[in-house]
């Protein structure tokens, strides 16, 4: 029998034949070559499977076919149930991981008991949604995961985090019955919080996001589908989340106004008015724009939820 590796690379993936690729390269540049990737195909529309038969000449990388979409947190729960490494790391199948990836979640965990988020950095292509927006609005997201509390730092877990194989297994399985985009991640990673676990928000990660959001359009409609999973958290594990106060300013006026009517059809509807004229906007304005309709179209799905 083979010994366990030191960590497993879980990634859930569905239509990613083009973007794997760069993934398995940065694979075969680790440091710690102790390690196995488990790709994760959520139902295979475009013969993904084909690409990781082919790197598995070269890195070791491994595949897990459904037979059809059953969503993110079945395709997690298949790999982690599946992994055989001490260390399991969740990564996402558009980034890119700097040489010392696995080894930096490694020892992370043989230094304590903990869960460990790693934070992004997103690569964009020239879009005005990503002058406008995009680029600002990511490095204020790290900038805010680094100053969450310790007891909070659960509400970032996401795309690239690790934990220990025996945690895994005593917090148990992603929740498959979040089927809308968002919060599967936070809802496993308050169940670890839960456990007692100390989650960490690790600096010194230079891992990069090439599959960011680009348009407004998109960005509207996840935060809806998210807001509508945002609701399904909250009924089941009530309000534990820092609950934010609406003022009676002018912008909580027009943020509520604009998610009274907000519906699948309104969400694409606005953001593709926002991409069409955003670039023609002020600086400023256009970033308001953006954020009028993300925040909108997020109170707008928890609304649609009965939140």
């Known amino acids: 029998m083979a010994p366990m590796p ?8 569905r239509g990613g034949r083009t973007r794997l690729p760069l993934l398995f ?12 990737m488990i790709v994760v195909l959520d139902g295979d529309i475009d013969d993904s499977e084909a690409v990781v038969r082919e790197a598995a000449a070269d890195v070791p990388v491994r595949s897990i076919v459904f037979p059809e979409n059953r969503g993110r947190a079945a395709a997690l729960n298949a790999g982690f149930f599946d992994a055989a490494g001490d260390v399991l790391i969740r990564a996402d199948d558009d980034l890119e991981l700097e040489p010392d990836f696995v080894a930096h ?25 990503a002058t406008a927006y995009g680029i600002e609005a990511d490095v204020a997201i790290r900038t805010a995961a680094f100053e969450t509390p310790p007891d909070r730092t659960w509400e970032w877990w996401s795309g690239n985090v690790s ?3 025996d945690d895994f297994h005593a917090v148990g399985g992603y929740d498959e019955s979040f089927r809308e985009y968002g919060w599967e ?15 960490l928000i690790a600096p010194g990660f230079e891992t990069l996001h090439h ?13 809806f589908a998210s807001g509508a999973a945002y609701a399904k958290f909250i009924e089941k594990h009530g309000s534990v989340l820092a609950r934010q106060e609406h003022s009676l300013s002018l912008w909580n006026s027009l943020v509520a106004a604009a998610a009274r009517g ?13 991409d069409r004229y955003v670039g023609r906007l002020p600086h400023a304005l256009g970033h308001k724009a953006i954020a009028l309709g993300i925040q909108a179209s997020s109170r707008g799905g928890r609304r649609r939820s009965g939140r």
Do not use: N
């Open 6 to 13: 030191k960590a497993s690379i879980v990634v859930p993936s």
């Open 105 to 129: 979640h490694v020892r992370l965990h043989e230094e304590a008991p903990r869960g460990v988020i790693a934070m992004c950095r997103d690569i964009f292509p020239e879009t005005d949604y």
């Open 185 to 199: 991640d936070v809802e496993w990673g308050y169940r670890l919080h839960q456990l007692g676990r100390d989650i």
């Open 211 to 223: 599959g960011p959001v680009t348009s407004a359009t998109e960005r509207f409609e996840r935060a």
């Open 163 to 165: 934990t220990t194989r």
């Open 25 to 36: 390269s940065s694979l075969a540049k680790q440091t710690e070559q102790d390690v196995e």
């Open 262 to 274: 907000a519906t699948p059809r309104t969400v694409r509807a606005a953001g593709r008015l926002c």
